[in-house]
Protein backbone atom coordinates (compact mmCIF):
# COMPACT_ATOMS: atom_id res chain seq x y z
CA UNK A 1 0.00 0.00 0.00
CA UNK A 2 1.20 3.47 -0.93
CA UNK A 3 1.31 6.38 0.89
CA UNK A 4 1.84 10.00 0.13
CA UNK A 5 2.46 12.52 2.73
CA UNK A 6 2.08 16.29 1.30
CA UNK A 7 4.18 18.95 3.37
CA UNK A 8 5.34 22.46 3.00
CA UNK A 9 1.58 24.34 2.59
CA UNK A 10 0.75 27.32 4.45
CA UNK A 11 -0.15 31.48 4.19
CA UNK A 12 2.26 33.29 1.65
CA UNK A 13 1.71 36.91 0.46
CA UNK A 14 0.85 37.36 -3.44
CA UNK A 15 4.20 37.46 -5.55
CA UNK A 16 5.94 35.10 -2.78
CA UNK A 17 7.13 31.65 -2.92
CA UNK A 18 6.58 27.80 -1.54
CA UNK A 19 8.36 24.71 -2.04
CA UNK A 20 6.06 22.08 -1.48
CA UNK A 21 7.21 17.95 -0.75
CA UNK A 22 4.96 14.60 -1.04
CA UNK A 23 7.05 11.78 0.19
CA UNK A 24 6.06 8.39 -0.87
CA UNK A 25 6.23 5.03 0.29
CA UNK A 26 6.75 1.80 -1.30
CA UNK A 27 8.48 0.52 -4.05
CA UNK A 28 7.59 1.95 -7.10
CA UNK A 29 7.98 5.42 -6.78
CA UNK A 30 11.18 5.58 -9.52
CA UNK A 31 8.94 3.80 -12.34
CA UNK A 32 5.36 6.09 -11.41
CA UNK A 33 4.93 9.26 -12.34
CA UNK A 34 4.04 11.98 -10.05
CA UNK A 35 1.72 14.70 -10.18
CA UNK A 36 0.50 17.50 -8.50
CA UNK A 37 -3.27 18.68 -8.22
CA UNK A 38 -5.35 21.40 -7.04
CA UNK A 39 -8.67 22.08 -5.65
CA UNK A 40 -9.90 25.93 -5.06
CA UNK A 41 -12.63 26.66 -3.12
CA UNK A 42 -15.80 25.91 -4.83
CA UNK A 43 -13.36 24.27 -8.09
CA UNK A 44 -13.37 20.86 -9.40
CA UNK A 45 -9.41 19.70 -8.64
CA UNK A 46 -7.12 20.24 -11.86
CA UNK A 47 -3.81 18.95 -12.69
CA UNK A 48 -0.95 21.44 -11.93
CA UNK A 49 2.20 19.61 -13.07
CA UNK A 50 3.57 16.09 -13.43
CA UNK A 51 6.57 14.39 -13.86
CA UNK A 52 7.18 10.71 -15.16
CA UNK A 53 9.80 8.83 -14.56
CA UNK A 54 11.71 9.69 -17.27
CA UNK A 55 11.29 13.27 -15.83
CA UNK A 56 9.74 14.73 -18.13
CA UNK A 57 7.47 17.06 -17.23
CA UNK A 58 3.97 18.48 -18.22
CA UNK A 59 2.28 22.02 -16.56
CA UNK A 60 -1.21 23.37 -16.47
CA UNK A 61 -0.84 26.53 -18.69
CA UNK A 62 -1.88 28.53 -15.18
CA UNK A 63 1.55 28.07 -13.77
CA UNK A 64 4.06 27.37 -16.49
CA UNK A 65 6.93 29.91 -16.29
CA UNK A 66 5.79 30.05 -12.14
CA UNK A 67 5.98 26.29 -10.84
CA UNK A 68 8.86 23.57 -11.21
CA UNK A 69 8.04 20.08 -10.30
CA UNK A 70 11.11 17.89 -9.73
CA UNK A 71 11.84 14.55 -8.64
CA UNK A 72 14.14 12.76 -5.88
CA UNK A 73 14.10 8.85 -6.44
CA UNK A 74 16.72 8.11 -3.47
CA UNK A 75 14.59 10.19 -1.41
CA UNK A 76 10.66 8.80 -2.72
CA UNK A 77 10.20 12.53 -3.18
CA UNK A 78 8.53 15.02 -5.45
CA UNK A 79 8.78 18.41 -5.24
CA UNK A 80 6.69 21.70 -6.48
CA UNK A 81 8.51 24.76 -6.26
CA UNK A 82 5.87 27.40 -6.38
CA UNK A 83 7.29 31.31 -7.47
CA UNK A 84 5.36 34.53 -8.15
CA UNK A 85 2.24 32.89 -6.11
CA UNK A 86 -0.93 34.57 -7.07
CA UNK A 87 -4.07 34.88 -4.92
CA UNK A 88 -6.03 32.41 -7.57
CA UNK A 89 -3.10 29.98 -6.73
CA UNK A 90 -5.29 29.55 -3.13
CA UNK A 91 -6.31 25.82 -3.17
CA UNK A 92 -5.46 22.67 -1.58
CA UNK A 93 -2.58 21.04 -2.98
CA UNK A 94 -2.65 17.50 -3.39
CA UNK A 95 0.39 14.75 -4.40
CA UNK A 96 -0.49 12.28 -6.71
CA UNK A 97 1.17 8.92 -7.81
CA UNK A 98 0.51 6.51 -11.27
CA UNK A 99 1.76 3.51 -12.02
CA UNK A 100 -0.66 0.75 -11.49
CA UNK A 101 -3.43 2.70 -9.67
CA UNK A 102 -3.75 6.48 -8.66
CA UNK A 103 -2.63 6.97 -5.45
CA UNK A 104 -3.40 10.45 -3.68
CA UNK A 105 -1.83 12.32 -0.17
CA UNK A 106 -4.44 14.19 2.24
CA UNK A 107 -3.78 17.84 0.76
CA UNK A 108 -1.90 20.44 1.90
CA UNK A 109 -3.15 23.76 2.32
CA UNK A 110 -2.12 26.72 0.40
CA UNK A 111 -3.58 30.24 0.92
CA UNK A 112 -2.05 33.24 -1.25
CA UNK A 113 -3.33 36.85 0.03
CA UNK A 114 -3.59 40.07 -1.69
Known amino acids: QVQLVESGGGLVQAGGSLRLSCAAS????????MGWYRQGPGKQRELVAT???????NYADSVKGRFTISRDNAKNTVYLQMNSLKPEDTAVYYC????????WGQGTQVTVSS
Open 96 to 103: NQWYDRNY
Open 26 to 33: GSIFSAAT
Open 51 to 57: ITSGRST
